[in-house]
């Protein structure tokens, strides 16, 4: 490690990156249009020259064949992002990197890290008086290139010198705010990117299962597409609506629809699933994303369900004017609200389990343009954690209850009822209502499942006419006789 003193002269470049596939090129391009100076470094130097001499030719970037030369090209405090795979790869590039660092110096991850990963890494550099960013950026290529959504946490000591630049390179929402704000400790910024990317794994499984009804109303894609399009004119209006509409009506060279002729499996990297994990572990119930992370893994068994389909029979559903586009549109809409509700529930529930004092109405905020699933609704979304912080769920909002009220819900109930009659499987859909109608149940049928614990393994139950946490165990084989369970234990 070179000395504080050597590190206090050094100047140069305002920013290294390391890795140069499609996302970490586009932000060294988005950088140097800003008014950057970038320096880059890739394992494979071809890669790095190609770039170099290519697309940055004209800009402000200089390229470095070893770590050691982009780390003494910087200026100080260092600022290195990290655009590589996650996973043992970031280790991999700490573990050359940090002996060329000094006290003070800050590393960005801006890949989609696991958050416990990027808690252990902050506190890794912090015990050598060094600064580490979980950084995660939302928007594809290019939102990276024009404008991502970026969402910081980790070393607060690093976002003064951070937030110029990061804040100069994020999208901007309609009024003027910059996508990109300091969201809390440790493993806070790439927390709030998975559940982003959670919620995106069910808004994308929402449209699908549309689609799949409107196919099954024997729409043509162009019809389809008009009727994106036509939501994305009012409260639908968002991103993935947005594309949906240009992929229904885009054709390949020969006339044939691009999107007919894509194989039904879709991929996924780990993020959707772990927030559903995460999310039981915190005790939230994420059953709409769960859902949207299980419809990818039957959609991957292409071969299996081929063999089903004969020992079965496919339905090859019809359901002709059962559902109407506007049942459709509003059985879209309460599921988003769901969808959303869930996943800002457990940023709260992990807010408070990590003392993170995550600022919901400015997750919202930033999420507002630059991201995978940015949408009209967030600009409501950020009012309601403004004006109500304490607010238990985005279900019980103004904004958002009278969307979910008992003429809203015909449509939606139309829709999940007509596809399971048909056997076109709404997985979402019908896990957003499912959940609808349970949070707003007074009692519900979990007393029978607290009786069979208690009857087959003497867990315990809670009673109605009794303070909650007095916990009582009936003698069901025996006499029937209750007493409490601290006596029983006893």
């Known amino acids: 490690m070179s000395s504080t003193n050597e590190s206090a002269d050094r100047t140069g470049a305002d920013i290294g990156l390391v890795g140069l596939a499609v996302m970490g090129r586009n932000l060294v391009l988005n950088m140097a249009r800003n008014g950057f100076d970038v320096g880059v470094y890739n394992r494979t130097t071809s890669k790095m020259t190609d770039f170099v001499d290519g697309a940055a030719a004209d800009e402000s970037v200089t390229g470095h064949e070893t770590l050691r030369e982009l780390v003494d090209s910087l200026s100080s405090p260092a600022v290195v992002m990290l655009m590589v795979k996650a996973g043992p790869a970031v280790d991999a590039v700490l573990d050359d990197l940090l002996p060329m660092l000094d006290a003070g110096d800050i590393v960005i991850d801006g890949g989609n890290s696991d958050y416990t990963d990027t808690q252990r890494r902050v ?92 196919v099954a109303k024997g729409m043509s894609n162009a019809e389809m597409s008009d009727a994106f399009a036509g939501w994305n004119e009012g409260r639908l209006e968002s991103f993935l609506i947005e594309i949906t509409a240009d992929i229904l009506s885009t054709s390949s060279p020969d006339g044939t629809s691009t999107l007919d002729e894509i194989l039904d499996a879709a991929g996924q990297k780990g993020t959707g699933r772990w927030t559903a994990v995460y999310g039981f572990e915190l005790g939230q119930p994420v059953s709409l994303i769960a859902e949207a992370v299980i419809a990818r893994v039957v959609s991957s068994l292409v071969d299996q369900r081929q063999r089903m389909a004969d020992v079965l029979g496919d339905p090859n559903a019809s359901i ?171």
Not at 185 to 197: I, L, P, Q
Not at 331 to 342: G, T
Not at 373 to 397: H, Q
Not at 448 to 471: K, L, P, S, T, V
């Open 123 to 214: 506190e890794r550099l912090t015990a050598d008086g060094m600064h580490f960013v979980g950084a995660g950026v939302s928007g594809g290529e290019e939102g990276a290139l024009n404008g991502p959504s970026i969402m910081p946490g980790g070393s607060a000591d690093a976002w003064p010198h951070v937030k110029p630049i990061l804040q100069k390179i994020a999208a901007v929402a309609d009024d003027g705010a910059p996508c990109c704000q300091w969201l809390g400790a440790g493993g806070a910024g790439h927390f709030v990117k998975m559940v982003h990317n959670g919620i995106e794994y069910g808004d994308m499984q929402l449209i699908a299962e549309v689609y799949d009804l409107m």
């Open 320 to 490: 002709g004017s059962a559902i109407e586009l506007a049942d459709l549109e509003a059985a879209l809409y309460a599921s988003k609200i769901v969808s959303y509700a869930q996943g800002f529930s457990m940023l709260a529930a992990a807010s408070s389990e990590h003392d993170w004092d995550l600022d919901l109405a400015a997750i919202a905020s930033v999420w507002r343009a630059g991201c995978i699933i940015r949408a009209r609704f967030l600009d409501d979304i950020a009012t309601v954690f403004t004006e109500t912080p304490e607010i238990d769920s985005l279900l019980a909002a103004d904004a958002f209850s009278d969307a979910l009220g008992a003429d809203a819900q015909e449509g939606w109930r139309v829709t999940v009822r007509t596809a399971v009659g048909a056997g076109v499987p709404v997985p979402t859909l019908s896990s957003a209502i499912a959940f609808f109608d349970a949070s707003r149940r007074r009692r519900l049928p979990a007393n029978m499942i607290q009786a069979q614990r208690d009857y087959f393994g003497a867990h315990g139950y809670e009673r109605i006419d009794r303070d909650r946490g007095e916990d009582f165990h009936t003698d069901w084989i025996g006499d029937g006789s209750e007493l409490p369970m601290d006596s029983y234990n006893a």
